[in-house]
C-alpha cells in the first residue's frame, strides 16, 4: 500500500523523504515518478499553512522530521529546488545524516539573471556558504547533486564550489536547466534506488 504524508511525516520501510520545490506537491512530478516505483512519499510541501510560517521555523520541523522518522542508514531523502534548500539548512541543524541524499537542482543561495530582470535571496542566503568555508557544516555521510549546465536558479558554480567544500558528489547535467529532462531524472532514479534495494537485500 502507498501512503503519501503531507502533514506529520510518518515513515515506514520502502517510504522516501521527499522535498519538493515551492508549490510543489508530493504526490506529482517527482513524488508520482517515486510512488509509480511502488514506494510510499511522505514529506513537507512549501504550500498553505507550512508555507506562511517563518523560514526558522519550517527547517526546525524539517529537522525534527529527520531525525524522529528518517535517522537511519537505510533512509531515503530527495529534495528538489527550494525543498533542497532547506534540507540543507536542516541539515546543518543536525549530526551528519546517515541514509541517503539525493538533491535536485538545488537551490544554494541568491540568484539573478539580466535577461529576465529576476532575482531572488532566500533567507539566510549566505550561511551555507559560510558554515561551509569554516569547515563546520556537518555534511551528510551519502549525498550525490544534479544540476543543470544552464541553470540561472541554482547555478552550477556555486552549487560545484559548495559540493566541492563539503565533500558532495555533484554532476553538472550537460544543456539542462533547472527543470532536469525527465528521461535523466528516471535513470538516475532507477539507479539510486536500485542500488538502495540491493544494499537492503545484502544487509538483511
Known amino acids: 500500500m502507498r501512503e503519501l504524508v503531507q502533514g506529520e511525516a510518518i515513515v515506514k520501510p520502502e517510504t522516501i523523504y521527499y522535498l519538493p520545490g515551492h508549490g510543489g506537491r508530493l504526490e506529482t512530478g517527482l513524488g508520482q ?6 514506494y510510499n512519499v511522505s514529506g513537507r510541501e512549501t504550500i498553505g499553512e507550512f508555507r506562511e510560517i517563518p523560514f526558522s521555523e519550517q527547517v526546525a520541523i524539517i529537522a525534527d522530521d529527520l531525525t524522529t ?8 531523502v530527495i529534495a528538489n529546488s527550494f525543498g533542497a534548500y532547506l534540507f540543507l539548512h536542516a541539515q546543518a541543524l543536525l549530526k551528519p545524516y546517515i541514509g541517503k541524499v539525493m538533491l535536485l537542482s538545488p537551490i544554494v543561495g ?8 529576476t532575482s531572488f535571496v532566500p533567507p539566510q542566503s549566505g ?13 551528510p555521510k551519502r549525498c ?20 566541492g567544500l563539503l565533500g558532495m558528489k555533484v554532476t ?3 544543456g539542462e536547466g533547472h527543470m532536469l529532462d525527465k528521461q ?15 544494499e537492503s537485500k545484502f544487509m538483511g
Open 184 to 198: 535523466y531524472v528516471s535513470a538516475v532514479l532507477d539507479r539510486w534506488l536500485d542500488v538502495d534495494r540491493s
Open 110 to 117: 541568491e540568484f539573478s539573471t539580466e535577461d529576465t530582470r
Open 33 to 38: 515518478a517515486l510512488l509509480s516505483r511502488g
Open 127 to 139: 550561511r551555507l556558504a559560510q558554515l561551509a568555508q569554516d569547515g563546520t557544516y556537518p555534511t
Open 144 to 163: 550525490e547533486i544534479h544540476v543543470g549546465e544552464l541553470d540561472w536558479q541554482s547555478i552550477p558554480a556555486n552549487v560545484v564550489k559548495l559540493a
Open 69 to 76: 522518522h528518517c535517522w537511519k542508514p537505510e533512509g531515503l
Open 172 to 174: 553538472v547535467v550537460p
